[in-house]
Every structure is written in C-alpha cells, then in structure tokens.
C-alpha cells in the first residue's frame, strides 16, 4: 500500500518537475553588448583618486568631476566614477571598512569602461595618528600597510598574567613573535618607495590647514611631535576594521607592525580599508590590468589613537580633538599637487616610475609579483601535523 501510494505521488510530481516553467515577469533591461576591453574604453585616467566615504569627497567639486560612469558592482551607496571632462582625473568612494573597499576595488578594476593599465592610483583618507609620530592634521605617504588585526585575540581579561596583551599572530602560542605564524597573504604590503619619494617634492613648502580646536588638543601630549603643527610625513599604516583607541592596543598593534616588517616599519596611521585594497591591486597587477607600482597611499590624522597623559582612554576616545577638518581639507592640500604634479609630468610618469630594488619579492607577504622567485605558500601553521596525517 505504502508503494503504490508513492508511485502515484511520484507520477503526479515528477512531469510537473519536468514541464516548462512560465516566466516570471521582471523589470530587468536587457544586457547591454559586450565589448572586446579597451576597444571604446570611456576614459584611460592618469591619477585615479580613491575615497573611503562621502566626508573625503574633496576632489569632485573643486576639480570639476562632472562626468558620471555608473558601474556595476560598485557600493550602493556610492555608484558612480566621476571624472573630468578630459578624462584625466577619476575619483569614487568604496565604502568604509575592508569588505566595502574589497568589493568596489574588484568592481572597479574589472570593469571595460576604464584602461586603468598606465594609471597612477591615489587613495587618500583620513585616519587615527600615532602621537609618536604624527599629530592632528598630519598628511603621511606610506611605505608599508600592515593588517594588524588579522590574529587570534584572548580578551584581556582572560590572558596569561605575564602577557602584554591578548593578540598574536595567528599560528604562534603567544604575542611578539612570528616563527610560525600563518600567511594569509594579506598581512603586509610594501608600496613603491621611489614613487613615494617623487611625488613627496610636490608637497615640498606646503602650508597645511589647522584648527584653535586642534592646537588646544594637541598641547596636551608630551611628545614634540604631537605638539608641532601639522606637515607633510612619512608614515605606515595600520590596518583593523575594528576602530581602535587606547595606549595597551596601540603598543599591541606597534609591535606587530615591526613583526611583519622585519622592524622597518612603524604605523604612523590606522584606518580600516588599504590591505583590502592593496590585495585587490596585487590580483589585478597579475592579470595586466593595473600597476601596482602605481600606488600612492595618502593619509591624514583626524584624530590621536590614544589619549594624552592624565585622561583615560575613553575620554581621549570620545573628545573632539579638532583633527577632523583639517585633515579632510589636507587631503586636498597635500593631494591636488600630487595629482597636477603626475598629469603636468606625464613624460617622465607614463613610462611609470622603477620600483626600489627587490620590490616585487616584497609588495606582498607571499611574493605574489616575483615570478623569477618562489611564492611562499600559506603556512597552515598549527594545522600542518594534520594535514600530513591526511596524507
């Protein structure tokens, strides 16, 4: 009985799997027809500028980006490339935080409306300022971007009493060391430092924008550095979506900068996108499509990562330390001549600018460029006993 009730339901069921389905009417325009890339590309720009939200959006007004190219993929928020009539100069906005910046990036380097081969790539945002190097306002060119938060992390509270803090590199026991850490290929990137140097001259003799409000701020910390008017720096940068405030993260977050720059490097700077972006661009550099080498990170200090001497961590945290307008308006000041910079020296800038000797073994942790060289592979760390089990 139980059978032939079965055959039935299945007889009933199966043609009606099997039978055309009608259409479900949708408003969806057809596809538009796909071009061979680069045969009718709308624009082939010189400095692409890229911003992480509305607020760093100081390019579009004063440079006349009035030419809009929707492109799919790109932030909802923020759909459109603006350029300027002659196709020079670009600039979007990703989106704040890795994820955000990872899609738009992708979205905007495989699209065929740009040639982006010969492009110079300028990412300009605002960001925290380590004290010790930097102050409100401050406009830093970074050599390294490292994903300091890419670890395990024990909260504080639960932590070995002699620990200085609850991070370490994933696939190590404890904080501060590296033998053995996994690669995710993400952790560090290295940019082009005589690109740095070149384009630092245009900067040379600027005068950058400060607020009372900052100055009164900034008086409050002991280092001569945090107390000097902003200027032009070099400057890494530190990575983490998670926002992050307080002197123990900020030394946490230090040594694993020197960790992952075998102590060549020290984060000036903290956002939240630029290894998200930076992985993006290694990916696309080997497809032909962009160069890295081309890369420019820009940053500027809206705010102290930590509180000065005498107030706690939350109340450094919270205050209006006076940093945010002037660094969005440094963004320009120190960018704009950059971007002229690049376009009025186009004969000494297409050809591209040589990286410094043995970058492309050292632009990403895995040496993704270095085709002449071994790529590291990911370490699986404390899955390697395992894995050889498997085996």
């Known amino acids: 009985m139980l059978w032939s009730t079965l055959t039935v339901l299945l007889s009933t069921i199966v043609p009606a799997l099997a039978s055309p389905v009608a259409p479900v009417a949708r408003n969806v325009a057809p596809a538009a027809p796909v071009t061979k890339r680069w045969d009718h590309p709308v624009a ?56 955000n910046a990872a899609a738009s990036v992708t979205a905007l380097l495989s699209t065929d409306a740009l040639d982006l081969r010969h492009t110079y790539f300028l990412i300009a945002g605002i960001a925290g300022v380590n004290p010790n190097f930097g102050t409100l306002g401050s406009a830093g060119l970074a050599r390294y971007a490292v994903q300091v938060a890419l670890a395990h992390e024990l909260d504080a509270r639960e932590m070995p009493q002699d620990w200085p803090t609850g991070y370490f590199l994933q696939g190590t026991k404890e904080p501060n060391v590296i033998n053995g850490a996994e690669h995710y290929g993400t952790e560090v990137f290295e ?23 900052a100055q009164a701020f900034r008086v409050k910390y002991p280092q001569d550095v945090a107390k000097a008017p902003p200027s032009v720096i070099y400057g890494d940068v530190a990575t983490s979506d998670v926002y992050f405030a307080g002197e123990l993260l900020c030394q946490a977050f230090a040594n694993i900068t020197k960790l992952w720059t075998n102590g060549t490097g020290e984060y000036v700077f903290t956002a939240q996108e630029d290894n998200a972006t930076f992985e993006v661009f290694i990916r696309y550099h080997l497809a032909g499509l962009v160069d890295f080498a081309r890369v420019i990170l820009l940053r500027t200090g809206s705010d102290f990562d930590r509180a000065p001497p005498g107030m706690s961590a939350y109340d450094g945290f919270t205050a209006d330390q006076g940093g945010f307008p002037p660094a969005l ?29 043995g970058w492309l073994s050292t632009a990403d942790v895995l040496h993704t460029l270095d085709a002449g060289g071994a790529r590291q592979k990911r370490s699986l760390g404390r899955y390697a006993a395992a894995r050889e089990a498997l085996e």
């Not at 320009?332 to 950059?338: A, H, Q, S, T, Y």
């Not at 002229?340 to 004969?347: A, K, V």
């Open 329 to 357: 308006q440094n963004l320009f000041v120190v960018g704009n001549p950059i971007v002229q910079g690049i376009i009025n020296d186009w004969d000494e800038f297409e050809g591209g600018i040589a990286p410094q000797d």
């Open 44 to 99: 082939a720009p010189k400095v692409f500028v890229i911003s992480m939200f509305s607020p760093e959006d100081v390019w579009t007004q004063a440079l006349d980006l009035n030419n809009n190219i929707t492109l799919p993929g790109l932030s909802p928020l923020f759909p459109n490339v603006r350029c300027n009539a002659a196709g020079e100069i670009c600039h979007f906005i990703t989106g704040e935080g890795e994820i």
């Open 191 to 213: 940019l082009n430092t005589n690109l740095r140097e070149r384009v630092h001259a245009y900067t040379e003799g600027l005068t950058l924008n400060d607020t009372e409000k």
